[in-house]
C-alpha cells in the first residue's frame, strides 16, 4: 500500500528546471506537514522544503529562491518546482508527511516516506 508517490525527476542541463509531484493518501496527506527532502549518494537526508495544510511554506537556505513548494488538497498532491539547477542538486528526491512535531527540516521529524525520484543535473 503505496502512501506516497514521487514523478517527474529526470536528466536536465545546469540552469534548468523541473517540477516534481508527490501523490498521497488521504490519511497521509491529511497530516499536518508535507516536505521534501534530497539525498546524494554517500550524504545526510537533506530537508529542502516543508508546507503546512493551509499553505505556509519553510525552504532550506540552500534553495531558498530557487525552489518552490505548493500543494493542491483537492488531488492530495504537493509539488516541487525546481528551477536555476545546478549540479549540486543531483540527488534522490523523498516526499515525506508529517505531524509537526520538532525541526520540520529534519528527516527524523518524518513518519511517511515516498520511495523517491531521481534528480540528475549535468554542465
Known amino acids: 500500500q503505496v502512501q506516497l508517490l514521487e514523478s517527474g525527476g529526470g536528466s536536465v542541463q545546469a540552469g534548468g528546471s523541473l517540477r516534481l509531484s508527490c501523490v498521497a493518501s488521504?490519511?497521509?496527506?491529511?497530516?499536518?506537514?508535507m516536505a521534501w527532502f534530497r539525498q546524494a549518494p554517500g550524504k545526510e537526508r537533506e530537508g529542502l522544503a516543508v508546507?503546512?495544510?493551509?499553505?505556509?511554506?519553510l525552504y532550506a537556505d540552500s534553495v531558498k529562491g530557487r525552489f518552490t513548494i505548493s500543494r493542491d488538497n483537492a488531488a492530495n498532491t504537493v509539488y516541487l518546482q525546481l528551477n536555476s539547477l545546478k549540479r549540486e542538486d543531483t540527488a534522490m528526491y523523498y516526499c515525506?508527511?508529517?505531524?509537526?512535531?520538532?525541526?520540520?527540516?529534519?528527516?527524523?521529524?518524518?513518519?511517511?516516506w515516498g520511495q523517491g525520484t531521481q534528480v540528475t543535473v549535468s554542465s
Open positions: 488521504a490519511y497521509t496527506y491529511g497530516k499536518g506537514f
Open positions: 515525506a508527511a508529517s505531524r509537526g512535531r520538532g525541526p520540520l527540516l529534519d528527516p527524523n521529524v518524518y513518519e511517511d
Open positions: 508546507i503546512s495544510i493551509t499553505g505556509g511554506a
